[in-house]
């Protein structure tokens, strides 16, 4: 079985770029969500994609984008980077809607640096 | 409105058992869990708890629930050194059609000899 892997592990941009963070989630599991967690605190809920469609969102701006693919795997994509955007960014996948108990299985995450 | 507190921090003795506790804030979430996130890693689901229960116990994991004060702790017995981590509370919520987590600010234990 293999887990949720995210790419890339690790990345500087500059206030203004775009970043796009990949996903690939845990075999048989067709949700995933992303959480933005910045240093010293803890995830906050970006979006979450059940088959291939945004399935609820947080407090975050426009900017902030995701995609599913048919695979399941996800992007999450920030436009117009700020520096407050600096954070580990963690991809999460789940069995299903259905049956949720709130186990999530995380990636190692995508520690994204603006300067 | 949904919030989950938890201290930040947390020194025990190895050996010794520790507790760490949450508040929150959402009557109406489900299940409430602890996480644990060691460094560099993400996090990891340690156990759950049903909401119309009182008390659950894995292992060296014993976790409370006082729904009446909105009270979630999480008891490890015989602490290690391999429990050095940051301990996530968390409660589920529903965003429109979306069941997500809400997670603390996390309590960082750290293990002394």
């Known amino acids: 079985e293999t887990g949720v892997t995210q790419s890339p592990t690790h990345l500087i941009k500059t206030r203004g770029q775009q970043v796009t963070l990949r996903c690939s989630s845990q075999?048989?599991?067709?949700?995933v969500s992303w959480y933005q967690q910045a240093l010293g605190q803890g995830p906050q809920f970006i979006f979450q994609y059940y088959r291939e469609e945004e399935n609820g969102r947080g407090n975050f701006p426009p900017r902030f984008s995701g995609l599913q693919f048919p695979n399941y795997s996800s992007e999450l994509n920030v436009n117009a980077l700020e520096l407050d955007d600096s954070a580990l960014y963690l991809c999460a996948s789940s069995p299903g809607l259905a049956d949720f108990t709130g186990e999530l299985f995380f990636g190692e995450g995508s520690r994204l640096t603006v300067l | 409105g949904e919030d989950v507190e938890q201290s930040l921090f947390l020194s025990v003795r190895e050996g010794d058992s520790s507790v760490i506790n949450c508040t929150y804030t959402d009557s109406s979430s489900t299940y409430l869990y602890w996480y644990k996130q060691e460094p560099g890693a993400g996090l990891q689901l340690l156990t759950y708890?049903?909401?119309?229960?009182d008390m659950k116990q894995d292992q060296r994991l014993t976790v409370l629930l006082n729904k009446k004060d909105k009270h979630l702790s999480l008891r490890i017995a015989d602490t290690q050194t391999g429990d050095s981590a940051i301990y996530f509370c968390?409660?589920?919520?529903?965003?429109?059609?979306?069941?997500?987590?809400?997670f603390g600010s996390g309590t960082r234990l750290s293990i002394r000899p």
């Open positions: 968390a409660e589920s919520a529903k965003y429109s059609s979306a069941s997500k987590i809400i």
């Open positions: 075999s048989g599991h067709n949700t």
């Open positions: 708890i049903f909401s119309n229960m």
